[in-house]
């Protein structure tokens, strides 16, 4: 998952750790307050763009401030004799007041953006529509279009080295083939209104929708830039051109094995392609497939027990073991900072990427990963 490094939260930090070195030492402190370590803490993470943890760190600092401050406070009241080493209350509270409301600010404002990053584009486009009233009129579809299209180029840079050759034909990003068929229209309004106006394309969507979608976004995103075409000659079009992709050679036995390469996965299909225009006529096509089945086949890699362990981490509900199963399976995790309100990213061994942002969410996905696993290896759970 994308993660903004917040520089200016990183500038303020370091200039308000340093003064509080030059403060301490100015004061005879030998040694650094637990706030000027935490301070050091948030510069770290704000490099990182790690705003869970900042938010947890300003969080435990800004209680434990709160109640040493009203605890000492009481005490400097009652035994006028400590006024020496703390000053008198007031200078006490007022020395310790000011970086407790610095914490509690900065815990409203790390959540308050933590909230942005999950809602992705979305909030930036109804920041961008509230802004915009002021000075001129409501946004049109194609505006709306453009921000889409901005979210989409950036999840189709993210995930580009997983695409298959037709997706990167196609030119779309992969986690949109997770979007269900009947809502792709909505990332191409033009096409939209020509499906919900025109009953001749309304007949060729249905039917388009029937197929895998592949042909569903590349239909709608022909239709998006020719309104007025054709859709049954559209739709012929794009069958031919899918044919022909996924079936590219003239030797029939190449093309069977392609086809069984690619019902292993993205990575296989690669594979077959490459090794098979290196050395076609001199090595056969059966011989790369057995190959290439050998190297990426999931059942090479998800022997039963893995799975049946993984079955029983995640019902037990085990974070760890659960985690550490996943791996075993062939999942490929990038932990940034979950256990502190930060996200799991899991890329799938069928070449699916899940963000993850709470555990019950995890345990669920893990669960239907075991069936899906299960079904593809004739595994009883």
């Not at 006490?92 to 407790?100: C, K, M, N, V, Y």
């Not at 001129?136 to 299209?149: C, H, M, Q, S």
């Not at 086809?259 to 392609?273: D, L, P, Q």
């Not at 969410?361 to 593809?376: D, I, T």
Request: proline fraction near 4%; charged fraction near 25%.
């Amino acid at each position: 998952m994308y993660k903004k490094r917040q520089w200016g939260l990183a500038i303020f930090s370091t200039f308000w750790l340093l003064t509080s070195l030059v403060v301490n030492s100015a004061a005879g402190q030998t040694s650094n307050s637990v706030g000027t370590a935490a301070w050091f803490l948030v510069i770290i993470y704000a490099i990182s763009g790690n705003l869970g943890a900042i938010a947890n760190i300003a969080k435990l600092v800004s209680i434990l401030q709160a109640v040493v401050g009203i605890a000492v406070t009481v005490w400097l009241a009652n035994d006028p004799s400590m006024q020496g080493y703390f000053g008198t209350p007031f200078e006490f509270i007022f020395a310790i007041g000011i970086p407790t409301v610095l914490w509690i600010i900065l815990f409203y404002w790390a959540t308050a953006k933590m909230d942005q990053q999950k809602k992705l584009g979305s909030t930036t486009l109804e920041n961008k529509i509230g802004s915009d009233k002021k000075n001129k009129a409501a946004p049109t579809r194609d505006d709306i279009n453009k921000d889409k299209l901005t979210e989409s180029a950036y999840l189709q840079n993210q995930l580009e080295n997983t695409k298959s050759p037709l997706e990167n034909l196609i030119e779309i990003p992969e986690e949109l083939s997770s979007i269900p068929q009947a809502e792709a229209s909505s990332l191409y309004p033009k096409a939209e209104l020509v499906v919900e106006y025109s009953s001749l394309a309304a007949s060729v969507w249905d039917e388009v929708k029937k197929e895998s979608e592949v042909y569903s976004q590349k239909f709608m995103q022909a239709l998006e830039l020719d309104p007025k075409c054709d859709p049954r000659a559209l739709f012929e079009s794009i069958k031919n051109e899918i044919s022909s992709d996924q079936n590219p050679y003239d030797d029939l036995d190449a093309n069977k094995f392609l086809e069984m390469c690619r019902s292993i996965g993205n990575e296989a299909e690669v594979e077959f392609r490459n090794v098979y225009e290196l050395l076609s006529g001199t090595v056969p096509a059966e011989e790369i497939y057995e190959k290439v089945f050998e190297k990426f086949d999931l059942r090479s890699s998800t022997a039963p027990s893995k799975i049946r362990h993984l079955h029983s981490m995640s019902t037990r509900k085990d974070f760890g073991a659960t985690l550490t199963a996943l791996k075993d399976v062939g999942c490929k995790v990038t932990d940034d900072g979950f256990s502190y309100g930060g996200t799991l990213s899991i890329f799938t061994p069928y070449n699916t990427l899940k963000v993850i942002y709470e555990r019950d969410s995890f345990y669920l996905f893990a669960l239907g990963l075991v069936k899906k696993l299960a079904e593809h290896n004739n595994v009883k759970l």
